[in-house]
């Protein structure tokens, strides 16, 4: 699994992504999100069945590509690129683990503090 205590940033892409791409039409596809600013980056990208997830980690050394995929429930993602928000650490666990993501400016203020 990927280390999360040393990532700066994590973004969820939008829609959904044809995984056949490789790590070079990845890179293009995070540039559009965020800007490569030398920082530590997770990109997420979920296919059409919303069934695999491929990630495309930026250190300051290179990329890494990882998959991830699920038997039995869907990954939850953003449909368009205004909801391409940056997500952090807790919620990627839970997405890595099947449960759907949930955006935190989406939780009445009385309950935030149950998270």
Same mark, same amino acid.
């Given at each position: /699994? %990927?280390?999360?205590?040393?990532?700066? $940033?994590?973004?969820?892409?939008?829609?959904?992504?044809?995984?056949?791409?490789?790590?070079?039409?990845?890179?293009? /596809?995070?540039?559009?999100?965020?800007?490569?600013?030398?920082? $530590?980056?997770?990109?997420?990208?979920?296919? !059409?069945?919303? !069934?695999?997830? !491929?990630?495309?980690?930026?250190?300051?050394?290179? %990329? #890494?590509?990882?998959?991830?995929?699920?038997?039995?429930?869907?990954?939850?993602?953003?449909?368009?690129?205004?909801?391409?928000?940056?997500?952090?650490?807790?919620?990627?666990? #839970?997405?890595?683990?099947?449960?759907?993501?949930?955006?935190?400016?989406?939780?009445?203020?009385? !309950?935030?503090?149950?998270?």
């Amino acid at each position: /699994m %990927v280390d999360l205590s040393t990532i700066d $940033h994590i973004f969820l892409a939008p829609g959904h992504t044809d995984l056949r791409k490789g790590r070079n039409a990845l890179r293009y /596809m995070a540039q559009e999100i965020s800007k490569d600013d030398g920082q $530590h980056k997770l990109f997420l990208f979920c296919n !059409k069945y919303e !069934k695999l997830i !491929k990630i495309y980690e930026k250190d300051e050394t290179g %990329v #890494w590509v990882y998959i991830r995929s699920l038997d039995e429930s869907k990954f939850g993602r953003p449909k368009n690129i205004n909801e391409a928000k940056e997500i952090n650490k807790s919620q990627i666990e #839970w997405l890595l683990r099947g449960l759907k993501y949930i955006k935190f400016s989406d939780i009445p203020e009385s !309950k935030k503090a149950l998270f």
